[in-house]
């Protein structure tokens, strides 16, 4: 039993190193988490934190919608992986970029790399922060950024432009896809959402003004307690 | 021993700014906190309010203190005294006191809550001393509700959980919902916003006008601003936490010519008025006797005078009496 929680205990702290020296932008922060164990599994771990953490400052979304608390863990959780998951996918798409550009880089340390972009979202509960929130969520996807960027820069030796053209394409190709081919996928997500969270997550706050604040009575036997 | 109380500090504001979005997202979800049904207009009165419903006010004030505030009668002695002094100033009118601004659910901080104690215990402290350092925690808890109301993605969860209240404490005044007897409300630094955004729901729920006034208030970009009759802002030169909202929240902006505070502008709803050098806080304040302006009022006077002739001049208060020669 002693022997798992070392074991867990040393997992955790690979993946707070990883998370610090990412964040710290350090340019070697590959080379460190690919010598540790697991390394694979440290870097999904950091995805899934940063994920879970952003919905945290996102959750007015699970609050507005009733989600009660077991679900909204579980959501948390779910939105940890579809988070992950979507890293892969951008960095499908910066790879295939890379081959269309002609410069080719290998699959696995550019999602590993994008994956450890996650880092800077595990202060995604900050955007939770009355008025500065939605800034700080900004500063956090901008720092996300120059952490792949860091790093594929000291990975692949490439200048910060044409990492930046790569990273950029890739990011617009996964944009384009979002609201094409895939869409089946987009609708598949939202539906296991629904599930998680037992409801239809289609409340929004801008409904409780039209619902409530409306002066015409039409509405007048809508309450509160819906 | 500088560092741990740094850290300390940093922890403690961390802390209260994320649990303030969380008080108002959490009774909303039913997650703690009663839920009520909204009031709708004809809807049976309290036994208490029955009577005083028989003879209702011309014109209905509600106050809604500044972050100093503790609960609802708990707040800095400065301003219970300008409140007392105040009333007499609005003949035809009921001041409604009791309610809590801070709180969704009207529960002030001493009341049933996780903190009581603590805030008991600051409680204690500023009756010894109101300017111990450590009862600005009430100031910075009641600071971050105020940044929540000014939020849009929380404002209008949290506006609707004080107008509810604010609808409550008319009643057992015994206010008529659907009377259309008019509402003024009344707030003071981050009780203005607070009443700005409470007024998104207060005309529906009562059938009647509302006007707010501001007094030094933080106010944003608050689609409340849709729904008032007029707003009063009033403001001193030397007040820069009022000068803030303007600052603070883009929609106040002139670049957004269509957000909700532009728009009131343009319409006529916004009326803005310098009561002189005015300070927020300290010597100089809206609630100052010992500055003297110079017609020979105090500061506390002429911010009273200012309200009640600028709701006289709407008609919604009653002449003052003639006094005996």
Redesign the interface.
Known sequence: MSELFDTLWRFLGYVFTGIGEANRLNPRVFELVAETPWSNWVIFVIAVLGGASLLIGQ??I???N????ARFALSLLINGVVFALSLVSWAAAIWLVSRILGSPMPFGPVVRMVGLGAAPYIWG??V???????LIGRVLAVWSLLVVLAGLMQLYQTSFLTTLLGVGSGWLLITLLTYTLGRPIIALRNRLFRRVSGTALDAR??D??AD????D?AS?D????R | MINLLFTGLLALL?LS??A???ES??W????FGE????P??AGPLAPTAQARAENPARHYMVYLSGIGAITDSSLPAEEIEWLDRFEPKLPGTELVREVFPYSVTNAGLTGNRMFRRSWTYMEKLRLKNEKNLLTMTINLRNL?HV??S????????YS?GVA?EIVKALELRGYRLGSGIPVTVLGWSGGGQVAVGAA??L???LGAPIRVVSVGGLLSND?GLD?VTRLYHFYGDKDPIQAMGGK?YIGRWKWFPESHWNRAMRRGVIVMTSLGPFSHNGAGNYFDWTTIAPDGRPYAEVTMDAIADALRAEGVLDQPKATAA
């Open positions: 959750s007015v699970l609050f507005v009733r989600v009660q608390p509960f900050l939770l922060i009355p008025w500065a929130g939605p706050v801008t409780l003004l409530f604040a409306r002066d009575r007048s809508r309450s509160v307690q | 961390l700014a994320l303030a979005p969380l997202l959490g909303w979800a039913g997650w839920r009520e049904p909204a709708d207009a971050f940044l929540v000014g939020d849009s993605r929380y404002g209008p969860i609707l509810q998104t729901f005309r529906r729920m689609p729904h603070m």
